[in-house]
């Protein structure tokens, strides 16, 4: 039972075991007392070390051995075995001691058992008697501390419960009744009479003020109970009279606890002085004393577990941390209201309200810092805070930091009031409606000027007063950063918050008609730049152009003279955007800076940047303007000379000069449209140049007439080389008029003379043959006409021998020209000059090539014309043959069945002819491109069904004027493609006109062959 107790409770002062353990060290210790023995006498001092053991002697003992085994190491066993059985009687002795001291600590009251223990003790140590008293001595004065200190304890507990419980008045009687603990046993010591006086001077203190405590508790419960009643009243200033009347009875009940209080601190100050000195004189006491347990019972004592058990001075602090915290509690709930209805009342923007709670503010905020000043002089620890030079408790510093910040700020408060009043007589007007619904725009801007000036004042002290709030609230950080937490910084945040919330509104009016002023300027100014923009669009739409059903229509010259009247309204229009903005830089930060003003300033700089622009490209463009004026006129002088040209060419009959002067002046005048529009210089490109090649293709068709009949003449001569030159020069001549070279007239004769050139009649000097077969003919001439010679001078075998050798070279010539015409006349004068016979036989043969030129092939009917031809040149007067006429008759009508010369016409195809006639006669006369080309081709037609038609070639040469007229003037996608390519040119830009070029191309393949597109392409691969 008691190894279990001595195993469970914790022992706050020395343990018994301990105290038994140092005892028994001491006396052995001291016990060992060296004797020196001789050497013959070792087995003697055996002897005496048995009869010391049996007379229990065992210091002795122990000595005597211990010297022994030092001078004679070989007895060690038998010196052991004596010395194990003195430590056996030890161990007993040490046993003993350990049961006595747990009885006398956890059973005292036990005193047959500590009687009984107290004997064996003595009875194991008979030569100790004096050093086992004095351990039995402090082992009861053990065993009387243990059973004071659980005494102490349970009073401290008991005193804990009753101040939990609110019952201070038995707690403090309960407490001081725990001064008996050691009190006799003090005043029996001896310690002096300066030291029992105090003691009993202490004594009487602490017990004899009950009375005077209860009075003090009474009151002050009282006082603090009004306080609250005093709660529902309200916060007006004349409450705040009453308010201040009735704290002022809880004031001096404060002071009386303080002095009661301070009274029992000096009893405790005295009592530790007094037990340090006792301590002292007599450091054995250590806490075993009255002293020590009357301060533990003032002071009260932490327990190991942490927790508290209040003292006589806890007593008081309680009802002091009650009753003083329920007085300050209250106070700041009335404080805290006057300030909740100020902040309620500044959100709400009743500013009259907040004048209101700002007068009174101060007044009861004044009440807790007066508790909080009490509270310092009450609170006597060492950790105080020093805050503005009043020094509080640290304990309650938050509190007391946040009562001052409650009563520093009041005035805040008032200023905040003055300035709401101001804000809220400042007038207001919704300005951007009354200017949308008609209002003067000037005025309008000139009010809201003013309205912004007066929030501006109200701002500017407003944010002069957040500013002072801010260095307020500095000086209380500057306290330290553990009062950082305090809620005396919520409620100047509070404060703080209704001075930003003002402010804001303040701002927000401010910033609002600023922004109505300058939405209203700004759209002043707007309307200005739309203007000017509008002019620039209109002047920049002239010197682009209007595109019209041929080509893009500009004005430089119109477009110029707008852009400098713009120009000039423009700088106008700046220095006012200028003096706006010097308006919006005078702005303050936040004003200028907030999304609205900002918003409209980057507007404005935006409308400042428009008018820049706009006068910059209006400048460059007036300037392009202008250039291009001067450009379009030049073209269009360049142009009028060509005409002039072209006349003066016509005159002389100068065609191509004419046609030059043609494409110069047409580039020209498109040089200048595509600079400028105008009525003159379009009528000269549209009219004028057009009647003008009208005049040069009436003259071309006039010398291709001529030519057709020298075509005639030649190839009836048989100078199919010289018909071919002229059939190519009436083709150039064409083809430089920009007419159809597939002339009805040229196509026949060409068809004519390439079927004569294929007939083989004639050697083409072209021919890559005709060299040798020039020879060989000549060769051949040569030997018949000296065979010839040979035969009519009877050299018979001579002259037969050269005829058959010009036969030779004619049959050369005639392999590879089988229808030449001077080889078959020189054959068939050989086969004259053989062939008696030959004119009996040359009716049948011209019958026969008679017949053939109506039928067979073409081929066989050439050679049939070739055979008649030949018989004719060779035979003209034979006539002995069936239907002669004539020989002229003959090869006519043969060259006709032949295909070599046109027939007469029939009155069917010259009815024809004049049908075909009739109907082209309105469509040439129309000038419509629609159905030229068939009308064409039907006259061509009718020119080779009646070749004596004029009216058919006449209408022809009108149609072909017709449709190169038509594809000189582009249609209205390639006219647009032009236009564009040439303003690409004025720009110098030749590959972006090379590209135009080539989309008109594609439009019709036949633009490739107009006079301006040849100019522009030419034109523009020059600058590449």
Do not use: C
């Not at 092939?857 to 002995?880: C, D, K, W, Y």
């Amino acid at each position: 039972m008691l190894q279990n107790r001595r195993n469970t409770r914790i022992r706050p002062y020395l343990n018994a075991g301990q105290w038994f353990r140092r005892i028994v060290i001491i006396m052995s210790l001291l016990a060992v007392v060296p004797v020196l023995y001789g050497k013959g006498q070792q087995d003697d001092t055996l002897s005496r070390a048995d009869e010391l053991i049996a007379d229990q002697h065992y210091n002795e003992a122990l000595a005597l051995l211990n010297n022994y085994a030092k001078t004679d190491p070989k007895k060690f066993d038998r010196i052991q075995a004596k010395i194990r059985k003195i430590l056996q009687f030890r161990e007993e002795y040490n046993t003993t001691a350990q049961a006595l001291l747990d009885v006398m600590v956890y059973d005292a009251n036990n005193e047959d058992q500590i009687r009984y223990l107290t004997n064996l003790l003595y009875a194991l140590d008979p030569e100790r008697t004096v050093e086992t008293q004095d351990f039995i001595n402090r082992t009861r004065e053990a065993a009387l501390f243990r059973y004071n200190r659980e005494l102490l304890e349970k009073i401290l507990v008991q005193g804990q419960r009753l101040i939990a419980e609110g019952n201070y008045l038995e707690a403090l009687r309960t407490l001081t009744g725990g001064l008996v603990i050691y009190q006799a046993e003090f005043f029996r010591s001896g310690y002096g009479q300066a030291m029992e006086a105090n003691a009993r001077q202490g004594i009487s203190t602490l017990t004899g003020n009950t009375g005077a405590f209860t009075s003090i508790m009474n009151d002050l419960q009282t006082a603090v109970n009004n306080l609250g009643t005093m709660t529902s009243q309200g916060i007006e200033p004349q409450n705040l009279a009453a308010y201040r009347n009735v704290y002022n009875n809880v004031g001096p009940v404060l002071d009386r606890l303080i002095t009661l209080r301070n009274l029992f601190l000096e009893t405790d100050r005295k009592f530790k002085d007094d037990l340090a000195q006792l301590q002292k004189m007599n450091p054995r006491k250590k806490d075993s004393n009255f002293l020590s347990f009357a301060i533990r019972l003032l002071e009260g004592e932490t327990n190991a577990d942490g927790t508290v058990n209040y003292g006589i001075l806890g007593v008081f602090d309680t009802l002091w941390n009650k009753e003083a915290a329920r007085a300050r509690d209250l106070l700041a709930a009335k404080s805290l209201q006057v300030y909740d209805n100020a902040v309620n009342d500044a959100a709400a923007g009743n500013y009259s309200g907040v004048a209101a709670r700002g007068q009174v503010l101060e007044g009861y905020v004044l009440l807790p810092v007066d508790l909080e000043i009490r509270w310092n002089r009450y609170d006597v620890s060492p950790r105080k805070a020093v805050i503005f030079s009043q020094t509080v408790p640290d304990s309650e510093a938050e509190n007391y930091l946040k009562f001052r910040v409650l009563a520093d700020t009041s005035r805040f408060w008032r200023t905040l009031a003055q300035l709401g009043i101001d804000f809220s007589a400042v007038p207001q007007r919704d300005a951007l409606s009354l200017w949308q619904n008609g209002g003067n725009a000037e005025q309008l801007i000139l009010a809201e000027q003013r309205t912004a000036a007066d929030l501006r004042k109200i701002r500017v002290s407003a944010q002069t007063l957040a500013s002072n709030i801010q260095q307020e609230t500095d000086s209380y950080r500057n306290l330290g950063s553990r009062y950082l937490v305090s809620p005396a910084f919520d409620y100047i945040k509070g404060l703080n918050t209704a001075v930003l919330r003002l402010i804001d509104a303040v701002t927000s009016g401010e910033l609002n008609s600023s922004v109505a002023r300058y939405t209203i300027a700004n759209a002043q100014i707007n309307a200005r730049v739309t203007e000017r923009e509008k002019e620039f669009r209109e002047g920049s739409a002239l010197l682009q152009g209007k595109l019209t059903d041929k080509y893009l229509a500009k004005y430089p010259t119109i477009a110029a003279e707008l852009l400098t009247r713009m120009d000039a309204a423009n700088e106008t229009d700046s220095q006012a955007m200028r003096a706006l903005l010097s308006q919006y830089n005078a702005e303050p930060p936040e004003i200028l800076e907030s999304n609205g003003i900002s918003s409209l300033r980057a507007e404005a700089l935006a409308m400042q940047a428009r008018q820049n622009n706009l006068r910059s490209q209006g400048q460059s463009m007036a300037a392009l303007a202008r250039s291009q004026s001067i450009q379009a006129q030049n073209f269009r002088n360049e142009g009028n000379n060509y005409i002039r040209d072209i006349r003066a060419a016509l005159s002389r009959k100068n065609f191509d000069v004419a046609l030059d002067r043609v494409k110069q002046a047409n580039t020209a005048f498109d040089q200048s449209l595509a600079l400028e529009y105008d009525e003159a210089t379009l009528n000269q490109k549209s009219a004028v140049i057009p009647s003008l090649e009208a005049e040069i293709e009436d003259n071309v068709f006039q010398q291709v007439s001529a030519l057709v009949v020298n075509i005639k003449d030649a190839y009836y001569d048989n100078d199919f080389d010289g018909a071919s030159r002229f059939i190519s020069l009436a083709e150039n001549t064409l083809k430089q008029a920009k007419l159809n070279p597939d002339h009805p007239d040229i196509v026949y004769w060409k068809e004519i003379i390439q079927a004569g050139q294929s007939s083989g009649r004639t050697i083409p000097v072209t021919a890559p043959l005709y060299a040798e077969m020039s020879q060989l003919l000549s060769d051949a001439r040569r030997n018949f006409e000296e065979g010839q010679k040979l035969l009519k001078t009877f050299r018979d075998a001579e002259g037969k021998r050269l005829l058959a050798a010009a036969r030779q070279n004619i049959q050369k010539v005639r392999r590879v020209y089988p229808q030449n015409e001077e080889a078959g006349i020189l054959e068939l004068r050989i086969d004259q000059v053989l062939d008696s016979d030959i004119e009996a036989k040359l009716g049948s043969k011209i019958t026969d090539a008679i017949r053939r030129t109506r039928s067979g092939s073409q081929q066989n009917r050439i050679e049939a014309v070739n055979e008649l031809r030949t018989i004719q040149v060779v035979f003209p007067g034979f006539t002995n043959f069936p239907g002669y006429t004539s020989w002229p008759a003959i090869i006519n009508q043969a060259e006709i069945d032949a295909g070599l010369r046109p027939p007469p016409p029939d009155p069917r195809a010259i009815a024809q002819a004049q049908e075909i006639v009739n109907r082209a006669r309105p469509v040439v006369a129309s000038r419509s491109q629609d159905r030229m080309e068939e009308t064409r081709a039907e006259l061509a037609q009718a020119m080779r069904l009646d070749p004596n038609n004029a009216e058919a070639r006449s209408l022809f040469n009108e149609a072909s004027r017709i449709i190169s007229a038509g594809k000189v003037i582009l249609d209205s996608d390639a006219e647009r493609l032009f236009q564009q390519a040439s303003q690409a040119l004025a720009q110098n830009n030749g590959i972006r006109a090379l590209q135009l070029v080539n989309q008109i191309y594609s439009l019709n393949s036949i633009y490739r062959y107009v006079s301006r597109m040849i100019a522009l392409e030419q034109r523009a691969r020059a600058i590449l």
